[in-house]
């Protein structure tokens, strides 16, 4: 057989513009699929992000008359309104410390409870679950407006059946933010207990029956096996919640409309007020870049320290 | 080897390269053609105070002169038999009307007399459709409109405050009236009012009403405690005897409140009190804070005081909404409530008992109200037949001819001569020279977020009188400097 150098084989040269007919003849139906997905992200993601970054530099006037003004909106975000963005900072991440943590560890503990059962029972509990992620969020805000109110609320009421005395939930500035955390705790994670209670249900079941038989009982399952083997969707659900904490607006919103001094006051509330209430689109631009740095700071950590060895 | 011209990473460039491609032609599409905007004036404010005096005589005139006005031709309309004028702007579509407190098919006052008063505009213009959209009177709902017309669509008509306007005209988004109005509107109108909605030489939206913040009294409440109703000129000290007379639990657990009020960044509902010593927020040339005076820390206990000393006021007072304090007096809980005249309606067609009376008196021994104007706008439009079909049909919604039309349209004082109110608003005429009113500043709105919260803490107790008002003064200070 006649040995071949690969070295001195003769190749064709292609032009670029050959190549390029070449590429678009391979991939073109690729990209007209992904065409549609492609302009959405542009037109509603891409372009609306890169336009307010564009704006967080400028005096922008809607109707014309716009100027740059480099970091002068960054030096007023925090400084304008008596520094009202440095307590909605705080107050957001207050809220998203308690949140975060308490969505977690209730739905690792539904999933849990939810697992043992038969497959019957499983789909009606994730289903009822599920229920608070298909209602309108601020339906549930204004639902627990009620029950938190001061004079007529449920809330009060059940208090007054052991003598206590009404708290004013959402009138009392030391509680108020409570209270919406605790609006929050009580409405029932639902994509964290569907997520936890699916990726339960794909681990190995010789794995627990080895378990078993080296004498661990069931939290030493659950803390040996069911975790570490979860961490994934865990990392998933850490970072879903975590954006969504951070960005917590309609229940602040819905509740407190007229704030409770400041007490309530978080990101997304601020740069709504700097926007609608003083039209300062610089501003407000300048402070939703602040939040989106804040949001990809804290995702790029959770991903570094919580992944490890987690395989997608 | 073939070379590969796209390796892996090289396609995740070309996909953010074609959406940056994309995001540039949508950004190439917009129109960024610099358009001259009037300056605003600090010398608005001072010709409401002058308006708001001239109020009481305006309201009692008699029906004669609501003939004379509607007789009087506009530049772009026709008389009719009934008060609506046919428009000659030769516009054929849809006007949106966004009116604040409007709510679609709502039991209130102002949303059927809206609903009359643009069916009879229609009727006298068969081609011209006119859509109402509502929004709500505080903070949040004038972020809406302020938001909608800013936008530069789906807005061609607006009711607004006096100092939400400024803001709009520095951005350019409302059309002057100067074409629209004539020498028979001017002579109607009152005097002062039409200085407020004046920049740069040009009058920005037409004067509606003056509707000034009076005490509503549930008068069956006092019935039940045996309290005669007070009279005009009491005093505030008269005024927490009676809330705290007013406060009681009944025996079936029911507690009932002396005194409640709204507190809002965008209500002056508290502020008569505030205001009630001699205080003022604003320098009278509007340059300088003048709220952190001894005068406006002594206003401003007298609110706090009710809570925190008194204890005549409800739990959430200084965080409730608006349907918490109506259902409150409806259902007979609560026995005070200082207020604009716009909800008397409301109460009204609920059957309650009420009465108004004028702010109790502090240390300035003068009654004193607040409140702003109210005013309709029209957005500015390039389409000159859709702008003056839309001036039309402001100018029909603040005239005498729609009193003439929707009888008790007109919800406050008048802002023209020839409209008469009815009762119950026709009790706030004598309050209206009374009020101080909001300034027509674009940085008002940024200094009344910055008080509010002062405020509010105030109420809760958790910062002094002194402090709520001492600590805005060096932002609001370069705020004013700034305009």
Not at chain 2, 22 to 51: E, F, I, R, S, Y
Not at chain 2, 424 to 446: D, G
């Amino acid at each position: 057989m006649a040995q071949f150098d690969v070295g001195k084989i003769p190749v064709r040269q292609v032009s670029t513009g050959q190549r390029i007919v070449l590429f678009f003849r391979k991939n073109s139906w690729g990209y007209a699929f992904v065409l549609p997905s492609m302009l959405t992200f542009a037109i509603f993601t891409f372009f609306p992000v890169i336009w307010s970054f564009i704006i967080s530099f400028q005096d922008f006037r809607p109707r014309g008359g716009t100027t740059w003004n480099g970091f002068d909106n960054y030096v007023k975000a925090f400084t304008t309104q008596n520094n009202v963005f440095v307590t909605a900072l705080k107050n957001t991440a207050y809220y998203a410390i308690l949140t975060v943590t308490a969505n977690i560890l209730i739905a690792l503990i539904l999933a849990s409870l939810i697992q043992p059962l038969n497959k019957y029972a499983q789909t009606f509990f994730r289903a009822a679950y599920y229920l608070p992620a298909v209602t309108s969020a601020v339906i549930i805000a204004v639902i627990w407006r009620w029950m938190f109110n001061t004079q007529w609320g449920f809330l009060n009421y059940l208090l007054s059946l052991f003598g206590a005395d009404a708290v004013r939930w959402l009138s009392d500035p030391d509680i108020a933010l409570n209270s919406i955390v605790l609006s929050t705790v009580f409405t029932a994670p639902a994509t964290g207990v569907v997520l936890f209670s699916a990726a339960m249900g794909s681990v190995p079941k010789d794995l627990y029956e080895a378990a078993e038989l080296e004498g661990a009982g069931p939290v030493r399952k659950w803390w040996s096996i069911t975790l570490p083997l979860i961490k994934s969707t865990t990392l998933y659900v850490v970072v879903l919640y975590t954006i969504a904490s951070f960005e917590v607006f309609e229940k602040v919103y819905v509740m407190v409309p007229s704030g409770v001094g400041d007490s309530t006051q978080t990101i997304v509330t601020q740069i709504y007020q700097m926007l609608y209430s003083n039209l300062n689109y610089g501003v407000a631009s300048a402070q939703a870049i602040v939040l989106f740095l804040i949001i990809a700071t804290i995702s790029v950590f959770q991903f570094k320290f919580l992944r490890s060895d987690v395989e997608y | 080897m073939t070379k590969r011209l796209f390796p892996q990473y090289q396609r995740f460039g070309l996909f953010m390269a074609m959406a940056l491609f994309m995001t540039l032609m949508l950004a190439a599409c917009g129109d960024n053609t610099a358009t001259p905007v009037p300056a605003t004036t600090a010398a608005a404010t001072k010709a409401a105070t002058t308006a708001a005096a001239t109020t009481t005589s305006a309201a009692t005139t008699s029906a004669a002169a609501t003939t004379a006005v509607a007789t009087t031709a506009g530049a772009t309309t026709a008389a009719t038999a009934g008060g609506a004028s046919v428009s000659k702007s030769g516009f054929k579509g849809t006007l949106s009307y966004w009116a604040l407190g409007y709510a679609p098919g709502a039991n209130t006052g102002f949303s059927k007399s809206t609903d009359a008063a643009v069916a009879a505009f229609t009727k006298a213009n068969p081609d011209i459709k006119v859509e109402v959209v509502g929004y709500t009177a505080d903070q949040a709902g004038f972020a809406k409109i302020v938001n909608a017309v800013q936008a530069g669509s789906g807005v061609d008509a607006f009711r607004i405050p006096n100092d939400s306007l400024p803001v709009l005209v520095k951005q350019g988004a409302v059309a002057p009236i100067d074409e629209y109005i004539t020498d028979a509107d001017r002579s109607d109108i009152l005097p002062g009012l039409l200085d407020t909605v004046k920049f740069d030489g040009k009058y920005y939206a037409w004067p509606l009403w003056v509707p000034p913040v009076a005490m509503y009294l549930n008068v069956d409440i006092f019935k039940e405690k045996g309290v005669d109703l007070p009279k005009e000129g009491w005093t505030y000290d008269q005024f927490v005897e009676i809330a705290k007379k007013l406060t009681f639990t009944r025996a079936n657990g029911e507690k009932v409140y002396g005194y409640s009020a709204l507190v809002d960044p965008g209500l002056v509902d508290t502020w008569p009190f505030i205001l009630s010593d001699g205080a003022r927020p604003l320098s009278a040339d509007n340059t300088k804070y003048t709220f952190n005076t001894p005068e406006g820390i002594s206003g401003l206990k007298k609110v706090t005081d009710l809570a925190l000393v008194h204890k005549v006021t409800p739990p959430d007072f200084g965080t409730q909404k608006l349907d918490d304090i109506l259902t409150a007096m409806q259902k007979k809980l609560q026995a005070m409530w200082s207020r604009p005249s716009g909800d008397s309606a409301t109460l009204k067609a609920n059957g309650l008992n009420f009465q108004i009376i004028h702010m109790p008196i502090g240390k300035s021994g003068k009654a004193v109200s607040a409140g702003g104007i109210g005013l309709i706008a029209v957005a500015a439009n390039k389409d000159k037949a859709r702008l003056s079909a839309s001036m039309d049909l402001v100018k029909y919604l603040t005239s005498a001819g729609v009193e003439k039309d929707v009888p008790g349209y007109y919800l406050a004082p008048a802002a023209r001569k020839a409209v008469t109110v009815q009762e119950p608003f026709s009790f706030f005429a004598p309050i209206a020279p009374t009020a101080w009113i909001t300034p027509s500043l674009p940085a008002w709105t940024q200094i009344r977020t910055l008080i509010h919260p002062n405020l509010q803490n105030a109420i809760f107790g958790k910062m002094t009188a002194e402090d709520a008002l001492g600590q805005p003064t060096v932002e609001v200070n370069k705020l004013l400097a700034a305009q």
